[in-house]
């Protein structure tokens, strides 16, 4: 919650601007389990270090809590539990990446928070088809900078697909 | 008609219905307070509390028929004059007050009532008219002389209400023949109105007058102008300012002047008048202390006003002209005819033709000039302090509240974050003078925030009033006489509270008279007093409200309520485990209903339910009282506000939580002698003479404890609505605090449910606490 803990995207960052066309083609990219992941800047509000976070009962695993940002009430979601990979132990490279979809902000932990990397449609693939996993249905696509591939989320498939996991879940015990 | 609506005529019809319903809501328990004076001998004189009440019903329906003649409502004017003549004749004791007329009387409220409906959404009131036509019938019918007991002497014969729903047969100022009581009738709360609508139009005025001086061709400005200055003098002349009267009527007919076309003059008359804007102030402030706001000058300042006047429409004014001929006659320095003649060859200023003529000496005209001074600039010689009427009330927007009260909430939270910052904790020095500051404000941040919540308080007397027109009707529809007692009238509630429990007290009410109090001749027959009693009550407790409803019928039957309960499943065995208030609490079950058969009052068992839901919605407590053939009392104990609750912070293991102090009954230390396992393994505590289950938070929520051992920790005995007690075990009590809840953000909401919790709050330390939710832990208690 310190002023330096958090890297605020506002009016005085070069990155941010209210003319849409700026932030096109514009991705955060952090660091999950040694791969490279891309959200659309326009999502993403600010970005915060981790803070101990309130665990909610009931909730799916991958939903840690709710945490306390200037007295608004949001909660956290893990995107290693999301994606079912190993849980890791946070560290101070641990960020929530806030994110706000039709004014609900939620957070999003990740292992670290890497740049803002502009990555222009032409070099974006869509995802593999075949995909192994579940976590395949939260991918807009391929993001190719140079020879490191970034693979870019879709933030509203990343919170609200849960049902659709519920489902497949419930079908395949 | 209105042809087409702008905003600004929109926000007038708005205004009007917000009015006419508060008048409404003010008008009926009155109209109901004589129904108890229609059995008076026929032959004396009405009470003076009776002409008092009659001449503030009449006051009221006057006011509405003014406003919704103003608006072009003609069907709503009809119905609101029939009713003001019918009242007329009742005070002057033309005719008999009988229940027939209490009757007509709420018809027309209802009648207007639903006018008001229609016309906020249509913004007009030509579908009532068949309506209003069948009302004004009926009290024709009533008021005319063969059907109503007339007095002996056959005084005046009632005045002919026609059935065509035309205003022209309406009398347009029915004033005139009230005149000489109407100064008994300005009571001080009239006047504060009038005082305060005075200021608000004052202020219009005003800017539209700026505009007009500005754009002499805007005849939006002149028409409402026009209007403002209409309804101004409509009010001081009714209130029986007769000075403020004149001055608004000339105001009115230089702009009729300007609005026909008949003067040009528009910047010159914005101007005189905004100059007199003072004026008209000063004498809202004599009227403020208590005086009949006199105006010092009035008929220079008529004059001058009529001066702007074109000529063929000035009013010959006797002994006021500003004109300088006119005062130096008046002044008998010369003669009429001598001006005249100086008129003829008017080439320079006339007094100075007058002077070089010889008729008047130069010091006289010197002085006479320095009249004509003083006249044609009334408002310099106006140097009463300027301070506007004070206004009493405001009226806001209620989001905007609960934004600024959103944000108090924030700033009780920022302030304990600052006060018990942990940095400050590291730091070796004695804090004194920070403390000291850091109390200061913390005392200023609890008054802000008390204020803020008085902010939305609204005294309950309205809804009470209400309850006093359902208990009239109910007891005509169920013949049963009942006397209603309403006290604490004047406590205050939460705006969104009182929204909220007004249908659970229908209801609780409709239960009370149809279920509780028995007809009038059985009671009789049991000794009880003939008629049954309903009192209503509202008072503060410790942060909450109580209201209390209490009957002296029937009571609830034990016995009926189990068997029912049996027979609808609800209750196991033969019941006789139950408490009496468990045993109560069943008549909160949806469909449950002991009445044998179903009435238009009540009976279907729906009511109940719909109690419990709404009062659950405003975390407040349901509690019932009865004793068989006594009465029944149930009391609403409902917190203050719902944003903030009194909480008791508590702690198992590294989790907190909030407890609602509502729900805590009481907590302490078991003795192991006090602990019960059954076989299947759920913990049972002896409290005296109960035997309670043990809920494990930790065991709820997955948490390392402190204690696994019953002994060790704390057991808070918790109450529900279910009215069986848990008790619930934790590491540790830390504290009781105010609590400002908070949702769990709507994703959360979205993912699942989430059990055994209400909401949120942040505590000083930043850290988010959850709200525990004590009727859900008990219902999943009763699931197991």
Redesign the interface.
């Known amino acids: 919650?310190t002023e330096n803990s958090k890297i605020r995207l506002d009016e005085d960052d070069d990155l941010y601007d209210d003319d849409e066309d700026t932030q096109k083609d514009k991705y955060l990219t952090f660091r999950l389990a040694g791969e490279d992941y891309g959200i659309d800047i326009a999502f993403v509000t600010e970005i915060i270090g981790i803070q101990?976070i309130?665990?909610?009962?009931?909730?799916?695993e991958f939903?840690r809590?709710?945490?306390?940002l200037r007295?608004k009430?949001?909660?956290v979601m893990d995107v290693r539990l999301r994606f079912k990979l190993a849980p890791r132990d946070y560290d101070e490279r641990t960020c929530i990446v806030v994110v706000d979809i039709e004014d609900?902000?939620?957070g999003l932990v990740v292992d670290e928070v890497s740049e803002v990397a502009d990555i222009p449609e032409s070099q974006v693939e869509s995802p593999p088809q075949s995909g192994r996993g579940k976590s395949s249905r939260y991918l807009k696509g391929m993001g190719k900078i140079d020879e490191e591939v970034k693979i870019l989320l879709n933030v509203d498939k990343l919170?609200?697909e849960?049902e659709m996991e519920a489902i497949l879940e419930a079908t395949n015990n | 008609m209105i042809e087409k609506i702008d905003a600004g005529q929109l926000e007038i019809i708005m205004e009007f219905i917000t009015e006419a319903r508060e008048l409404i809501d003010e008008v009926e328990p009155d109209i109901l307070i004589l129904e108890d004076k229609t059995g008076d001998d026929p032959d004396q004189e009405l009470s003076r509390e009776t002409v008092d009440d009659l001449n503030a019903i009449f006051r009221l329906f006057h006011s509405m028929k003014g406003g919704a003649g103003f608006l072009g409502f003609n069907n709503v004017v009809e119905s609101t004059h029939t009713a003001e003549n019918l009242l007329d004749k009742l005070r002057t004791g033309t005719i008999n007050l009988t229940s027939n007329h209490v009757d007509l009387l709420c018809k027309s409220c209802d009648f207007t009532k639903e006018a008001l409906d229609y016309i906020e959404e249509n913004y007009n009131d030509e579908g009532m008219a068949e309506a209003s036509r069948e009302l004004v019938r009926l009290f024709t019918e009533d008021v005319s002389p063969g059907n109503s007991a007339t007095k002996g002497q056959k005084s005046s014969q009632p005045k002919e209400i026609n059935e065509e729903p035309s205003v022209a047969k309406v009398d347009p100022s029915p004033e005139i023949n009230l005149d000489m009581d109407m100064a008994d009738l300005v009571n001080p709360e009239i006047r504060q109105k009038f005082l305060e609508e005075s200021d608000d139009l004052l202020q219009e005025v005003e800017s539209d007058l700026l505009k007009l001086s500005e754009n002499q061709q805007d005849s939006e400005s002149i028409e409402k102008l026009f209007r403002n200055f209409h309804s101004f003098k409509g009010n001081c002349g009714f209130l029986g300012f007769s000075d403020l009267e004149k001055l608004g009527h000339m105001a009115e007919t230089l702009l009729d002047a300007l609005k026909t076309g008949a003067s040009k003059e528009g910047e010159r008359i914005a101007d005189l008048l905004l100059e007199l804007i003072d004026v008209f102030k000063n004498s809202l402030e004599d009227i403020v202390k208590g005086n009949n706001g006199k105006i010092e000058g009035l008929e220079l300042y008529l004059e001058v006003m009529n001066n702007l006047l074109p000529r063929n429409l000035q009013i010959e004014i006797k002994g006021s002209s500003s004109r300088i001929g006119d005062i130096l006659v008046r002044q008998g320095a010369v003669k009429e005819e001598d001006v005249q003649d100086a008129l003829e060859a008017q080439q320079k200023p006339l007094g100075e033709i007058l002077v070089e003529k010889g008729k008047v000496s130069a010091d006289k005209l010197d002085k006479a000039l320095k009249v004509q001074e003083k006249l044609r600039e009334p408002t310099q010689k106006s140097p009463i302090e300027r301070r506007s009427v004070k206004r009493q009330d405001i009226r806001v927007d209620i989001d905007k509240l609960d934004n600024l009260i959103t944000l108090i909430g924030e700033m009780v939270i920022a302030e304990n974050m600052v006060i018990h910052n942990p940095d400050l904790q590291h730091l070796d020095v004695e804090l004194e003078s920070f403390n000291k500051a850091g109390q200061h404000m913390s005392k200023i941040v609890r008054e802000l925030q008390e204020m803020a919540m008085t902010i939305r308080m609204v005294p309950i007397s309205g809804l009470f009033r209400r309850m006093i027109r359902l208990v009239h009707d109910l007891s005509r529809k169920s013949g049963k006489k009942v006397e209603l007692k309403l006290d604490g009238e004047n406590t205050e509630v939460d705006k969104t509270v009182i929204e909220k429990i007004s249908d659970p007290l229908v209801h609780l009410i409709r239960n009370s008279m149809d279920h509780g109090l028995e007809p009038n001749e059985q009671r009789k027959d049991i000794g009880k007093p003939e008629i049954g009693t309903i009192s209503l009550t509202a008072s503060h407790e410790e942060g909450d409200v109580l209201i209390t409803i209490v009957d002296d019928g029937r009571g609830l039957d034990r016995k009926k309520l189990i068997a029912k309960g049996i027979e609808k499943g609800i209750v196991k065995g033969d019941g006789s485990q139950l408490s009496d208030k468990e045993a109560m609490q069943l008549i909160f079950q949806p469909g449950f209903s002991t009445a044998e058969k179903v009435t238009d009052i009540s009976g279907r068992g729906v009511g109940m339910d719909v109690v419990r839901q709404n009062l659950e919605s405003i975390k407040g407590r349901i509690d019932i009282h009865s004793e068989p053939g006594q009465g029944t009392t149930i009391t609403l104990r409902i917190p203050l506000t719902l944003a903030i609750i009194d909480g008791m912070l508590i702690r198992t293991g590294h989790a907190h939580y909030i407890l609602p102090i509502l729900s805590i009954r009481e907590s302490f230390q078991p003795s192991m002698e006090a602990i019960t396992v059954t076989p299947d393994g759920q913990e049972m505590v002896k409290v005296r003479e109960d035997l309670l289950p043990v809920v494990r938070l930790h065991g709820m929520h997955n948490i390392v404890p402190d204690y696994e051992d019953l002994s060790k920790g704390i057991l808070i005995v918790l109450e529900g609505r279910i009215g069986s007690n848990i008790c619930l075990f934790v590491d540790e009590l830390m504290g009781q605090q105010q609590t400002v809840i908070k949702g769990l953000s709507e994703y959360i909401n979205h993912t699942g449910e989430v059990s055994g919790v209400s909401g949120c709050t942040i505590l000083g330390n930043g850290e988010v606490c959850l709200i525990l939710d004590v009727n859900s832990i008990e219902e999943s208690v009763a699931k197991e």
């Open positions: 919650m101990k309130t665990e909610v009962p009931d909730m799916p939903i809590g709710v945490i306390n007295g009430v949001i909660p609900n902000a939620v919170l609200y849960e």
